[in-house]
Each structure stands twice: as structure tokens, then as C-alpha cells.
């Protein structure tokens, strides 16, 4: 821990991701007084439709046919359908090899793009509750009918970017959803981390955590001086709190403005929410955005939606995992230096990020 109290001056330290110990984070706020070139705001099209665009209501012909509108009847407002550019698919079947050292395996999955609303500039923070509870509706629902069309598949990934730096190419809200026959590392990684958690303390860490954040407090002092070194408040990394969803900072971001949703309640499988539950989600996400867009707006962001892996282990990490949606603001371009080591660098203090979050009037 740095001997700098959180709420005052220069901080410089390594913060270890709980979930994850071996991904690590340098808060180094003396880092954002550097001459850099930081990431542009991304351009705003706020039109509600755009004739050149292939998502705006009137150009379906422009997309492959949906694999799934909402609602079934009348004007669509959600409208899926297959990635025209896919990393995965499933039109053609490759064998599997091994040379030496080199293997593949054949890249089998499905690629699919949601148009999260017909308006083609409309933002998360400006969509209706009912329309971001029926997109998370829309969500679960091609999550199941992957995971039930082919048992080779292992996880399916909902993801969505927003501006170039984040991966967006086209500029009308949309979210994206790969399923394929492997676990990514990263989710794997929260995986195995929490399953050890559990078995050592009997407890998910994910709900640890979110107990922490509503109930913990403590001052730390300097044992020769006596001197404050950090205190730690009740609720200072939370942004929001809904009935069933909570927002918060994590104490070791990636990123300056990062920001996870958790269920309050433990459940390890996105595909076992109720749907009932995705209006208090809809309603926790919208705030948190409204949140993000008064103090970045305009900022390139991805947000990705990590459940348990469909694989022979799903039911034993049922006790252990907690599905969460993380959102990453981009508003710096890494270095070489994070490149190289892997360890992310943050300059912007994570207590004082989630004082201002919380800050705004909404």
C-alpha cells in the first residue's frame, strides 16, 4: 500500500485484482500530468436515422434475414442477425492438427450482431428501462438456443463496443455475440481463481466483495508515526444500488473510469435470471451510464458480459462463480510498457473516480 492517504496527493502503487491475483494494476496518478496524446472523445451521431445505414429501421434488406426480432409482432425495436465479417462460424468444417509444437483446433462458433434499438444515435443512458431489460432479455435468450443447438459449443460471449478505439465500425448502437467451443483465458482465469476461493474459505468472493463494499470501513495508520495512512469508507466504491443489482468500482481497475454489475444475490449463470430481475438491471446499468457519459461523455467504452462456462465443470463452479457485466472506458491509449509486462496502468485514483461517479446529479 502507498503511505499517501487515497483522498489526498500523488499515488503510486501496485493493486492486485482480487478475482484474478496475477492480473495487477500500477495506480500511478502522477502518470496523467505526462504530455500524452489521450484517446479523442468519439464522434456523437445523434440521428435517429441514417438512409445509408444497414441497422436503421427500412434497410433489413442491407443485413442477412433475423434470427430474431423483439417484439415478434409489428415495428422491430431489438433486430438480430448474423456478423457478415465473423471470427467464428459454422460454414465450413475443418479438422483439427497437430505439428511438433503447433496445434489447432477447428474454429467452429456463431458470430451475430443485435441492433440494440432501431434509432441509430441513441445512447445506453437515453434508452428506456423496458428496452434495456428486453435487450438483456434478447440476450439470454440466443445465449440458450447456442448453448442448446450444438453441445460442442462452451461459451458464449455478449459483448458490446462504442467507437473505433473500442473495435466499433459502424456507428448505430449495437451489441455483438460469439459463442465458441472454448473458454476464453481471461474468464477462465475468474474461473479457476474463485473455485480456489471457495475451496479454501467456503464463501464466492464475488459476493465477499460486494459485502465489503456495503459494510466495510477501517483506518489504517502508520505505525511509527501514527499518522493516517488510508481510510477505507462504507460504500466508497459503490455507484449505484438497485433492489437486485449493485455498480462498482473496482479497488484494482484496469481502467480510469471501469465500473462492474453484480447481482446482489449469488447466481453463477446469466442464463438463470429471472427475467423479472432485468428491469432493476436495466434501471442499474442506465444510471451508471447517465453516470459515466457526465463525466466522460463522448468516451469509447466496451462492455462484456462474463457468466459461467457451459463445460463438465459448469455445475461444480455453481457455489463459486458470480455472472457479472464489466465496462471499460477507453480514454487512454496503452503503452508499450503495459504491452510488454501486462500490467495495466491507471492514472486516475479508483476512490476518486468513484466519488465523482457518484457525484453527479441524475
Not at 456478423?83 to 462458433?109: E, K, M
Not at 474468464?187 to 464475488?206: G, L
Not at 457468466?307 to 458470480?322: L, Q
Amino acid at each position: 500500500m502507498s503511505d499517501t492517504p487515497a483522498d489526498a496527493g500523488e499515488v503510486r502503487e501496485i493493486r492486485l485484482n482480487p478475482i484474478v491475483p496475477t492480473e495487477s494494476v500500477l495506480v500511478a496518478t502522477a502518470r496523467s500530468m505526462r504530455p500524452k496524446k489521450a484517446e479523442e472523445l468519439a464522434p456523437r451521431d445523434t440521428r435517429k436515422h441514417v438512409e445509408t445505414c444497414p441497422f436503421c429501421r427500412g434497410n433489413e434488406h442491407k443485413t442477412p434475414p433475423a434470427i430474431m426480432v423483439w417484439p415478434e409482432a409489428g415495428d422491430w425495436r431489438i433486430r438480430m442477425v448474423e456478423n457478415l465479417y465473423p471470427v467464428l462460424g459454422d460454414d465450413r468444417a475443418q479438422s483439427n492438427f497437430s505439428f511438433g509444437l503447433q496445434q489447432t483446433i477447428d474454429g467452429y462458433g456463431r458470430h451475430e450482431v443485435i441492433i440494440d434499438h432501431y434509432e441509430h444515435g441513441i445512447a445506453i443512458h437515453e434508452m428506456a428501462e423496458p428496452h434495456l431489460a428486453a435487450l438483456f432479455g434478447v440476450y439470454q435468450k440466443r445465449m440458450r438456443q447456442l448453448f442448446e443447438s450444438d453441445d460442442r459449443l462452451r461459451y458464449v460471449l455478449v459483448f458490446k463496443n462504442f467507437g473505433p478505439a473500442a473495435g466499433a465500425s459502424i456507428p448505430h448502437t449495437h451489441s455483438q455475440v460469439i459463442a465458441m467451443p472454448v473458454v476464453p483465458e481471461n474468464v477462465e482465469a475468474e474461473v479457476r481463481n474463485s473455485a480456489a476461493h471457495y475451496a479454501k474459505h467456503h464463501h464466492c468472493i464475488f459476493c465477499a466483495l460486494i459485502d465489503e463494499a456495503l459494510t466495510f470501513e477501517a483506518t489504517i495508520y502508520d505505525r511509527s508515526s501514527g499518522a493516517v495512512r488510508r481510510k477505507i469508507n462504507v460504500g466508497q466504491y459503490v455507484i449505484e444500488r438497485g433492489e437486485r443489482f449493485i455498480a462498482i468500482k473496482p479497488f484494482a481497475s484496469r481502467y480510469e473510469w471501469e465500473v462492474h454489475i453484480l447481482p446482489l444475490a449469488h447466481q453463477a449463470d446469466f442464463l438463470d435470471a429471472a427475467t423479472t430481475d432485468f428491469d432493476d438491471l436495466a434501471r442499474v446499468l442506465k444510471r451508471t451510464m447517465a453516470r459515466l457519459d457526465a463525466v466522460i461523455g463522448g468516451a469509447q467504452y466496451n462492455f462484456f458480459l462474463h457468466s459461467v462456462p457451459h463445460d463438465k465443470e459448469r455445475g461444480a463452479h455453481a457455489a463459486s462463480y458470480h455472472w457479472h457485466l464489466e465496462i471499460c472506458p477507453r480514454t487512454s491509449i496503452p503503452t508499450g510498457f503495459e504491452l510488454g509486462s501486462g500490467l495495466f496502468v491507471n492514472t486516475i485514483n479508483p476512490e476518486q473516480a468513484a466519488e465523482r461517479l457518484r457525484a453527479v446529479d441524475i
